[in-house]
């Protein structure tokens, strides 16, 4: 089993919609968490942490949920600028820190 | 206002030749990261060095060394390349701790023919 899992997609909303993406890791010793946005053939970059308690940053809420070992990233009011794979990566607790990526969901926002 | 700079943009190769991708970040971060990203595929990493003077194998390692040259620098290199080595290569650094984000160059579209 892949550490971190994601449904690859892709998802295809007309804008305005509300999306979801659910990943889940296996090490349930995983410390941070955070979602990166990936635009074609660019760097990743960061989106957003992912706190135990949620957090918001403006139409993006992240989520964590330890029992089940998900985080969630729920994209309101989708704009065409929001087309762009979303990958999830997993730090553990300790050691060496080295950050692992899921294999991305792909987002495909339609007028 | 760097960051991670990444060299070459774009690379074409004949089976065999060698090369060394080179990195370098302005941001006197302790942890530098190869990976490397094929469709379908994510980022899998190559190599990785958590402070100056260390390096590891991440979890595709075979085929490239790496050279930590001092804080800043951080270079893969492939010593044979072969057609499986296609892929986009991404430098990456952080502090170094689990709660800090990476901070990725612009890439290396590598092609072996």
Known sequence: RKEVEQDPGPFNV?????????CTYSN???????????DCRKEPKLLMSVYSSGNE???FTAQLNRA???????????????SATYLCVVTPSGGSYIPTFGRGTSLIVHP | ????????????????????????????????????QD???GLRLIYYSASEGTT???????????????????????E????????VYFCASSEGRSNEKLFFGSGTQLSVL
């Open chain 1, 68 to 82: 089940s070992q998900y985080i969630s990233l729920l994209i309101r009011d989708s704009k065409l600028s929001d």
């Open chain 1, 14 to 22: 007309p804008e305005g919609a509300t999306v979801a993406f659910n």
């Open chain 2, 80 to 87: 044979s390349a072969a057609p499986s080595q296609t892929s």
């Open chain 2, 1 to 36: 206002n760097a960051g991670v700079t990444q060299t070459p943009k774009f690379q074409v190769l004949k089976t065999g030749q060698s090369m060394t991708l080179q990195c370098a970040q302005d941001m006197n971060h302790n942890s530098m990261y190869w990976y490397r």
């Open chain 1, 57 to 59: 940053d403006g139409r």
């Open chain 1, 28 to 38: 349930s010793a995983s410390q941070s968490f955070f979602w990166y946005r990936q």
């Open chain 2, 39 to 41: 469709p379908g595929m």
């Open chain 2, 56 to 78: 590891d194998k991440g979890e595709v390692p075979n085929g490239y060394n790496v050279s930590r040259l001092n804080k800043r620098e951080f270079s893969l290199r492939l």
